[in-house]
Structure formats: C-alpha cells, structure tokens
C-alpha cells in the first residue's frame, strides 16, 4: 500500500525530495508519517501529515529544514528535506495509520519498504 522513493546519496547542504505512494486513503489511513533509522538506532519520528485537513507535524530535529507535503490527486505524500548533514544518512520510511499524528512507530499500521539516503561531509 506505500511504496517510498528518491532517496539517493548528497553532500552536505544538499537537498532530496522524497515520495510516498499510497494506494489510496480510508480512515485507517488518515495519516501519513515518515521515519527514519540510522545504522545502529531505532526508528525515529520525522513527521507526519493528515489528508483530511493538511495537518502537519514535525520532530524537533529538522528545525524548518524538512517539509512534508500531499498531493491528494496523486495519493501521494511528499517529504522535502533541505540543508541536508551527515546525521541525516538513514533508511526513510513512511507509514500510514488513523487520525492522529503519533511519534511513534507503534500507532502505525502500515509501511513502506524504505528508501536509503546517504549524506556526505
């Protein structure tokens, strides 16, 4: 049901735009976060954002550097990251789940299969 892409490999100060296809979106499926997991860590909330209203929220770490977006025509959920640094490198992924917009991974049903993205010095 999610497919997520464009992750790819940049230096730091760079950008990437990553995709979050959806099959379509029911109640179940209200929101749609991304996380992420560095070698070695857990998987950590980025953000997410809700269809029914555009809603978004966000972890504090990005600090206005990422963005998450929708295009509902699209089923599509979008996470634009700017400024990237080295501690961003991480597996992405995003995820679905109800109405509210958990931090954690355990309130989310369904996942995506992760897209890489590696951020170089």
């Known amino acids: 049901q999610l497919q997520a892409s464009g992750g790819g490999s940049v230096q730091a100060g760079g950008s990437l735009r990553l995709s979050c296809a959806t099959s379509g979106r029911t109640f179940s499926t209200d929101v749609v976060a991304w996380f992420r997991q560095a070698p070695g860590k857990g998987r950590e909330f980025v953000g997410a954002?809700?269809?029914?209203?555009?809603?978004?929220s966000y972890a504090n770490f990005p600090k206005g550097r990422f963005t998450i977006s929708s295009d509902n025509a699209k089923n599509t959920v979008y996470l634009q990251m700017n400024s990237l640094q080295p501690d961003d490198t991480a597996v992405y992924y995003c995820?679905?789940?109800?109405?509210?917009?958990?931090?954690?991974?355990?309130?989310?049903?369904?996942w995506g299969q992760g897209t890489e993205v590696t951020v170089s010095s």
């Open positions: 954002i809700r269809w029914s209203d555009y809603s978004t």
């Open positions: 995820a679905a789940g109800p109405r509210q917009m958990y931090n954690s991974a355990l309130y989310y049903e369904f």
